[in-house]
């Protein structure tokens, strides 16, 4: 089976910066997009940055100029540095990857990370 698991996640003031990891372990033949998503108190969840294999990214406007987020292929791994973090950011981040698999490919999630941006 494979398991997403993410690290990184705290408390954090207004302006400060956060860096999430999630790391992808299992019997993986390949991980094709990877990307992270947020979810707040009451809200959907909502894409926040995909990046493809080649590492070509995509990103949310709400974020866009503020988040980057990146990828190490042989680590099977995705980040996500957070810059002039905003309370509005305050959300639990979930990590997802398309997998392939033996036979098939499949989308995966994380356990999420909790993100609080408060003073």
């Known amino acids: 089976q494979v398991q997403l698991v993410e690290s990184g996640g705290g408390l954090v003031q207004p302006g400060g910066s956060l860096r999430l990891s999630c790391a992808a372990s299992g019997i993986i033949f390949g991980i094709n997009a990877m990307g992270w998503y947020r979810q707040a108190p009451g809200k959907q969840r909502e894409l926040v940055a995909t990046?493809?294999?080649?590492?070509?990214?995509n990103y949310a406007d709400s974020v866009k100029g503020r988040f980057t987020i990146s990828r190490d292929n042989a680590k099977n791994t995705v980040y996500l540095q957070m810059n002039s973090l905003k309370p509005e950011d305050t959300a639990v981040y979930y990590c997802n990857a398309d997998v392939q698999l033996r036979w098939s490919t499949r989308g995966f999630w994380g356990q999420g990370t909790q993100v609080v941006v408060s003073s």
């Open positions: 990046i493809t294999s080649g590492g070509n990214p």
